[in-house]
């Protein structure tokens, strides 16, 4: 089935840790997102890469990388982990080219406790 | 600074319309988004704007005022799986999206 897949879905880990939340897309969609949602907030974008090869920051950068070295996985790391960054972390990707709308289309989200 | 309001929660009944206001103001305007979001689930999309106006899609329909930033969706016939978070978001001159912290929709028989 065509979309998004990201590992994995509920995750507990110990401050200080490193983790790496993975996001892969079957739709050669060029555009890729991720983003956190925390309880009375909108969905606040982390990275984004408009292409393979290129990355950027989003508004909540710090503490946070990504990487894109093809069209398909655009992973995200936490080097070292805090409290703070407990929370639902969405992957999405889109396809901006042409006459599309730039519709997202979210993974199942990943589910991040940090102790 | 850039801005999407929403109201926090709405109750409505089973089989009634219901109408869901978004006011917005970005640096710049490439579209506004309404997305769906079911408990412990991933936001599905539901519509986008670009022009003013009213675009229906079956049972779900969304409105945009450009001059006024605002759009609203509009609901009819609900049902009890319609019950969720309704995301606005806006784009802004950097095709970036803004989102508000969306509507929980609450159906009641």
């Known amino acids: 089935i065509a979309g998004i897949t990201q590992a994995p879905t509920s995750q507990i880990l110990a401050a200080g840790r490193r983790m790496t939340l993975r996001c892969t897309q079957d739709?050669?969609?060029?555009?890729m997102y991720w983003y956190r949602q925390d309880l009375g907030l909108g969905l606040r974008l982390i990275h984004y890469s408009n292409t393979a090869g290129t990355t950027g920051k989003g508004e909540v950068p710090d503490g946070y990388s990504v990487s894109r070295a093809n069209t398909d996985d655009f992973p995200l790391t936490l080097a070292s982990a805090v409290p703070s960054q407990t929370s639902v972390y969405f992957c999405?990707?889109?396809?901006?080219?042409?006459?599309?709308?730039?519709?997202?289309?979210f993974g199942e989200g990943s589910r991040l406790t940090v102790l | 600074g850039q801005n999407i309001d929403q109201p926090t929660e709405m109750t409505a009944t089973e089989g009634a319309i219901v109408q869901i206001n978004c006011t917005y103001q970005t640096s710049g305007f490439n579209g506004l988004f309404w997305y769906q979001q079911h408990a412990g689930e991933a936001p599905t999309f539901l519509s986008y704007?670009?022009l003013d106006g009213l675009e229906e899609k079956g049972r779900f329909s969304s409105f945009l005022s450009r001059s006024k930033g605002y759009s609203y969706l509009l609901l009819k016939e609900l049902q009890m799986k319609d019950s969720a978070s309704y995301l606005c978001?806006?784009?802004?001159?950097?095709?970036?999206?803004?989102w508000g912290a969306g509507t929980k929709l609450i159906i009641k028989p």
């Open positions: 978001a806006a784009m802004d001159s950097n095709y970036q999206l803004i």
């Open positions: 704007n670009v």
């Open positions: 739709m050669r969609h060029n555009a």
């Open positions: 999405a990707s889109s396809d901006n080219r042409g006459a599309n709308t730039g519709e997202l289309f």
